[in-house]
């Protein structure tokens, strides 16, 4: 089985899972090993999978202060968050209602073959900061994820995919909706059960 001749969402979902645990090392949208980030997210990805959420992107919360050369201090923060795919018939509707109801996160969904239709109140912001890391007051650097509802994704190469195509996906970013601590893979997770209940 390979993803371009996967014949079904469920055949991708395994493929995905066979990423996650290191059998293979590459996909349509991920060349190379996971980060070592990742690892610690692993368990709870898996759950998801074996609820039929195909996630693609993810990291955690990380808030770490270093002293570097020269006795410079470093902050470095990361926001929690998970981007992943619901085929049409998991009642991905009904998913974001209920994340949407969540005080701790901001929520975007999107149908992947017809551009612009995010759902409506998808958060909308054009870029969502997910890293932010200071040297020194004067010198600051971030790392944005981009949300342009505008955007066609359909043409991305795990779009392209015929069994992604007969799915009727819609991709979904949930992050979280400050710079504190949240365990987003739990907190989708259960999300998920309850949608799906």
Same mark, same amino acid.
Request: net charge neutral.
């Given at each position: 089985m390979s993803w371009n001749t996967s014949t079904s969402f469920s055949a991708l979902i395994e493929l995905n899972k066979k990423l996650l645990q290191g059998e293979i090392s590459s996909s349509p949208y991920w060349c190379g090993p996971l980060d070592d980030e990742t690892f610690f997210l692993v368990p709870?990805?898996?759950?998801l999978h074996d609820r039929h959420i195909f996630t693609f992107s993810s990291q955690p919360y990380v808030r770490e202060r270093t002293?570097?050369?020269?006795?410079?201090?470093?902050?470095?923060? /990361?926001?929690?968050?998970? &981007?992943?795919i619901v085929p049409e018939e998991k009642t991905p509707n009904q998913l974001f209602q209920v994340l949407k109801a969540k005080k701790d996160i901001q929520v975007h969904a999107r149908k992947v073959y017809s551009s612009g239709a995010a759902m409506s109140g998808s958060f909308a912001k054009a870029k969502v900061v997910t890293k932010y890391r200071r040297s020194s007051p004067w010198r600051r650097?971030?790392?944005?994820?981009?949300?342009?509802?505008?955007v066609d994704i359909s043409e991305e190469d795990l779009y392209r995919l015929e069994a992604m195509k007969q799915a009727q996906?819609?991709?979904? /970013?949930?992050?979280?909706? &400050?710079?504190k601590d949240i365990d987003i893979a739990r907190l989708l997770l259960g999300?998920?059960?309850e949608a799906q209940a």
């Open positions: 709870s990805l898996l759950k002293r570097g050369d020269g006795g410079k201090l470093y902050d470095h923060w /990361q926001r929690a968050f998970i &981007s992943f650097w971030k790392a944005a994820t981009s949300i342009d509802p505008a996906p819609w991709e979904f /970013q949930v992050v979280a909706a &400050s710079w999300a998920v059960e």
